[in-house]
């Protein structure tokens, strides 16, 4: 028996995903900050990237997991200053990341084996973000 999963528990998908990210570059201001980690949601693992300027305003998290239910690639946003593991942990949090019934914002999910577009939202997120913060070099 292995001692450790270099995967973290995470499926093939996000891992893809993953890959493609960490080739990509974004060219911003030296005090934006983007961060890495795992993420836990109950039988959904995956990553979240947190963006944004840290001690001054709030960053976006988005997780990237294969969903529980099908192959789908499921992707949450949320911002808020303090990252948490998943959004079920708290309540604004939790308002703030999964749409709801009473919610104009669309659940985000990519087909099966859609990494490279996948990836090219978050990109694009994570640039609408820098923008927003007016700290992009290059446009968008």
Same mark, same amino acid.
């Given at each position: 028996?292995?001692?450790?999963?270099?995967?973290?528990?995470?499926?093939?998908?996000?891992?893809?995903?993953?890959?493609?990210?960490?080739?990509?570059?974004?060219?911003?201001?030296?005090?934006?900050?983007?961060?890495?980690?795992?993420?836990?949601?109950?039988?959904?693992?995956?990553?979240?990237?947190?963006?944004?300027?840290?001690?001054?305003?709030?960053?976006?998290?988005?997780?990237?997991?294969?969903?529980?239910?099908? !192959?789908? #690639?499921?992707?949450?946003?949320?911002? =808020?200053? %303090?990252?948490? +593991?998943?959004?079920?942990?708290?309540?604004?949090?939790?308002?703030?990341?999964?749409?709801?019934?009473?919610?104009?914002?669309?659940?985000i999910n990519?087909?099966?084996?859609?990494?490279?577009?996948?990836? !090219?939202? #978050?990109?694009?997120?994570?640039?609408? =973000?820098? %923008?927003?913060? +007016?700290?992009?070099?290059?446009?968008?």
């Amino acid at each position: 028996m292995k001692v450790a999963d270099i995967n973290l528990g995470m499926t093939e998908q996000p891992i893809e995903i993953l890959k493609i990210l960490s080739n990509s570059e974004i060219d911003c201001d030296y005090s934006y900050d983007i961060k890495t980690r795992s993420w836990y949601n109950g039988r959904e693992r995956g990553f979240v990237i947190s963006a944004g300027k840290f001690l001054s305003t709030n960053p976006i998290h988005i997780a990237v997991y294969e969903h529980r239910n099908s !192959d789908n #690639i499921g992707v949450l946003k949320w911002d =808020h200053h %303090s990252y948490h +593991n998943s959004p079920l942990e708290d309540k604004e949090i939790f308002d703030n990341a999964f749409p709801n019934k009473n919610s104009s914002k669309p659940f985000i999910n990519f087909s099966s084996g859609e990494y490279q577009k996948c990836a !090219d939202w #978050i990109i694009k997120e994570i640039k609408m =973000h820098l %923008s927003i913060q +007016n700290m992009i070099k290059s446009e968008i």
